[in-house]
C-alpha cells in the first residue's frame, strides 16, 4: 500500500527551508517548494520537487498555492522586511490559517521563536506569536518551533566583523541559546515526516549551548583567527541609529523590542535532551564565516 502524503515547504531559499526542502527529497518525498523565484532554487532541488510560485504576502495567493497539501512548514518571510512587521506578520498568520482551513492541512510545523509564549512586549517576536495563535486556532496537527538566536544573524554586520567586532543591546554576560539554522531546518522535516504526534505542541530548537556574546566573541576569535570583541549598545542607542537611517518607528521598535521585551528572562522552554541540536558556533563560523571574511 503507497500512503501519498504532500508536504509542502515555504521559503525554501532561506536558511531553515533549504534544509528542509533538502531532507525531504532525501528522504524520498517530492516536496511542494513555495517559492516566488524559482531561478533562486539550487537546479537540484527544482528537478527533484513540484515548485509553485507564491506571494507570502497575498492571502489568496497563499491559498491557491496549498491546495491538495496535507503537511506545511510554515516560515515567515514578510514579517521581517514589512514597514510595520508586526501587522504583516499577523495578516500572514491569518493567510496561513485560512489556507490550512480551505485546503484541510492536516499537519503543520511553525518557525517561532522564543519569546512567542509572551505573546505581546517582545517586538517582532509578537508577530510570530500571533501567527501561533492564528493557526491554533484551525484546530489542525501543528507544532511551534521555538527557536533561539540564529547564528546567521551574525550575516547582518559583516562589516563590523571585518572591524572586529559585534554588537548587541544584551549584556556581555547574558546567556541566550545560539542555533544553528541548518539544524531547524532537520527538526522541522523530522516533524513533518513523522506520523507519531498530534495535537498542538510547543518544542524549542535552541543548539548545543545557551551562550552570552563575550562567550561568542571568544568562540569568533579562536575560529575566524582575528580578535573579535563585543560591543553593548543600548536600546535607545539602537533607536537612534535606525531613525538616523530613517527607518519607520514601527521598524525601529520592533527589533529593538526583541531584545528590550525578552531580557534576563528564563526561557519558557528550558533546554533538553529533545530542544538541543548538534552544530557548534565555532563549526559554523570556521566553516561558513570564515570564507566570507576573507573574500
Ligand atoms: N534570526 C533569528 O534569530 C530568528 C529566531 C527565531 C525565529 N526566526 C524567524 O526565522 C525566519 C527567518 O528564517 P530564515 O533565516 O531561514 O530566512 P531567510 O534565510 O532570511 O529567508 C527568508 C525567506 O523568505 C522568503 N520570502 C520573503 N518574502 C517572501 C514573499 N513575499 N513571498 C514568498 N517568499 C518570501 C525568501 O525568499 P527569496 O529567496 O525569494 O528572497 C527566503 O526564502 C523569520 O520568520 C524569523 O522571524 C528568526
Known sequence: MTNHHTIAVTAPTGHVGSRV??????????????????????PGLRAAAEVRTVDLADTESVRSSTKGVDAAFWLDGVGESAPDPIAA?????????????????????FLSSGGAELRHGAGNIDGLAAIEMALDAT?????????????????????????GRISGQRRPDERIPWVDPRDI???????????????????????????????????????????????????????EQMRAAG?????????????????DREPAVPREYVTTTPTPLSAWAFTTLRPLLAA
Open 139 to 163: 484546530g489542525a496537527d501543528v507544532t511551534h518551533l521555538r527557536c533561539g538566536y540564529f547564528f546567521t544573524n551574525l550575516l547582518f554586520d559583516l562589516d563590523g566583523l571585518r572591524d
Open 89 to 109: 506578520s499577523t495578516a500572514f498568520g491569518a493567510a496561513a490559517a485560512a489556507a490550512v482551513e480551505a485546503n484541510e492541512i492536516g499537519r503543520n510545523v
Open 247 to 263: 527607518r519607520p518607528e514601527a521598524v525601529i521598535e520592533g527589533i529593538v523590542g526583541m531584545t528590550a521585551g525578552t531580557r
Open 21 to 42: 526542502a533538502q531532507l525531504l527529497v532525501q528522504a524520498g518525498t517530492r516536496p511542494v517548494l513555495l517559492v516566488r523565484d524559482p531561478d533562486r532554487l539550487d
Open 185 to 239: 531546518g532537520e527538526v522541522a522535516a523530522a516533524r513533518l515526516l513523522s506520523s507519531s504526534w498530534s495535537g498542538r505542541h510547543v518544542q524549542g530548537v535552541q543548539g548545543p549551548q545557551d551562550l552570552s556574546f563575550a562567550e561568542v566573541a571568544a568562540i569568533l576569535s579562536e575560529a575566524l583567527g582575528r580578535p573579535v570583541r563585543y560591543v553593548e549598545v543600548s536600546d535607545d542607542d539602537v533607536r
